[in-house]
């Protein structure tokens, strides 16, 4: 399972709630990765204008407002697609068969139109709502303590 949308979310979340810039190393201590794959997730993020790094200056900002980056185009940056891809259709059906025949035009179909349906909801939430729910969520379980590196 391809992970690099929720390691992007992580990371723009701690790179927007932190009070200074951070760079590839800090922030993959805190995703549990290395930095060379938070560097590549960084510059497709640059790329899509969400964030960039600062000359002269270790570390990364947001480029724009959280309210104005849906999930949908942090998902189109990381994965560097136009549309969002979840099922895939096995390779060899058997033509011979009625069901072998028809299945890939049908399922291509239904898995399309849920696509669809999955990007029209990323389109309307956002980093915001995300930083948000961060915030609620160690409110309620952490009573609003921070957790050390």
Do not use: W
């Not at 290395?34 to 270790?58: D, M, V």
């Amino acid at each position: 399972m391809d992970t690099k949308f929720s390691a992007a979310l992580h990371m723009l979340i701690l790179i927007s709630e932190s009070e200074t810039p951070m760079n590839s190393a800090q922030i993959a201590a805190s995703v549990g990765t290395n930095a060379s794959y938070i560097r590549k997730l960084t510059t497709r993020l640059s790329k899509a204008e969400i964030i960039e790094g600062r000359r002269g200056i270790s570390g990364f900002r947001l480029i724009r407002e959280p309210e104005k980056i849906s999930l949908f185009d942090i998902y189109t940056s990381v994965m560097e697609t136009s549309t969002l891809h979840l099922f895939d259709i096995h390779q060899n059906p058997n033509d011979a068969c009625i069901v072998g025949h028809n299945i890939r035009p049908v399922l291509n179909g239904m898995f399309r139109d849920m696509e669809e349906r999955v990007e029209k909801e990323l389109s309307g939430i956002t980093l915001a709502d995300c930083i948000n729910n961060m915030r609620i969520y160690i409110n309620e379980h952490d009573g609003g303590r921070e957790k050390t590196k």
